[in-house]
């Protein structure tokens, strides 16, 4: 059985950095960089929820304009985040175009845009097509450990590395690896599907043994039963996510190493294009490190009178 998050390296080795993380059994996807993504289908664009982009180079981030064109006209929230200066890199975008047909709209595309700093403080901005994509201040707040986003199956966090510009380097985690036994399944009667997904979050989030998992070869299936987690604990093995890994450019490298067993294929190469975007080691996996030529960058500790 596969993990939970299933990696995909857009444009290969050797194209812009685009890394499309797919969660299995779920149509919701995210995304780590946003260099040229006419590769993805539309069908895969749309399932995007989350995208993480490095820094503003032009082959990190010309995929916004795909982006923008193939979500235009549907009812969609995307959240991205990037190094300090990004919401005015993504509003110079939108202003590029001109909006004023935005009353024939049914739908309204929404952007929620996070910048990181240097301290890993926030500030938040959203962009909504309803408005013409003017910007609108949400807020700001800080980071804690670096954690962007966080659900029980996996959490993002991030590092602020060098590269002659605001630059972040990524790391997402797995919570840890439920694998499935298929062999198991079949003794016991019991169908592959979605609801493998539930079952798995449930292990997850250590739901009690008589928590019922509602078992169906699809969610509409008319053959729908439940069984208490207890009973199925046996077809489950838990192992620990004890990886490292995540995403970095230039000369300064974000790397890892893997402990892990399920490593994806778009995974176990380092460098994946020319500017050196690495996806070294599981990079699904347990505590995430950053690296800056081998030393992590760590937020300077604001104090009396430390420069804002």
Known sequence: MRPLLHPTLVNGRSGDPALYVETLFE???ILFDLGDISNLSPRKIHRLEHVFVSHAHI??????????????GREKTIRLYGPKGFIEHVQ???????WNLVDR???DLIFVVTEIDSFLETQTARFRLKNAFSVEAVGGGRSIEGV???EPTFRVSTA???HRT???GFAIEEAAHVNVW????AELGLPLGPWLRELKRAVIENRPSDHLIRIGARPTSPEVRELPLGTLRSVLTVTPARSEGGLCDGRRRYAGKSRGHHQARAERRSAVHRSRVCASGHGIGGRARAFNDGRRRKPRARGPGAPG
């Open 105 to 107: 709209y049914v739908s």
């Open 182 to 185: 298929k062999n198991r399944l």
């Open 27 to 29: 149509k919701r996807a």
């Open 92 to 98: 110079h975008k939108l202003l590029g175009y001109r």
């Open 59 to 72: 082959d990190h981030f010309i995929g916004f304009d795909r982006l923008l064109r193939v979500l235009v």
């Open 160 to 162: 602020v590395l060098e």
């Open 166 to 168: 605001p630059c972040l």
């Open 148 to 150: 962007l986003y966080s």
